[in-house]
Nanobody, 117 residues
Framework: QVQLVESGGGLVQAGGSLRLSCAAS????????MGWFRQAPGKEREFVAA????????DYADSVKGRFTISRDNSKNTVYLQGDSVKPEDTGVYYC??????????WGKGTLVTVSS
């Protein structure tokens, strides 16, 4: 089992920045990949970014590429999502997830980000 707790959501003005954190517990953090997804009102959950277990490989959705940065600190069991030049369409509930080598995937409960225009 992996427990994930997101934090850092809130109200951000368009053009500003956000920084989300996700603290993990329950398994060896450095053994699994982590990711961020988001769900806007009335829409399906969508992929935002992912980082490999070591932090050396990252991947981004086209919609956030060049604006968002995912990183992790394995000494703190935490993954981060830094978003710059945010837009109203970045509004949504942001979820972090853990992808284990066993194929199991775990989710946090999410943190709401609202970008005002």
């Amino acid at each position: 089992q992996v427990q994930l707790v997101e934090s850092g959501g809130g109200l951000v003005q368009a053009g500003g920045s956000l920084r989300l954190s996700c603290a993990a517990s329950g398994r060896t953090f450095s053994s699994y990949a982590m990711g961020w997804f988001r769900q806007a009102p009335g829409k399906e959950r969508e992929f935002v970014a992912a980082v490999s277990n070591s932090g050396g490989i990252t991947d981004y959705a086209d919609s956030v590429k060049g604006r968002f940065t995912i990183s992790r600190d394995n000494s703190k069991n935490t993954v981060y999502l830094q978003g710059d030049s945010v837009k109203p369409e970045d509004t949504g509930v942001y979820y972090c997830n853990a992808d284990l080598a066993t194929g199991s995937r775990y989710w946090g409960k999410g943190t709401l980000v609202t970008v005002s225009s």
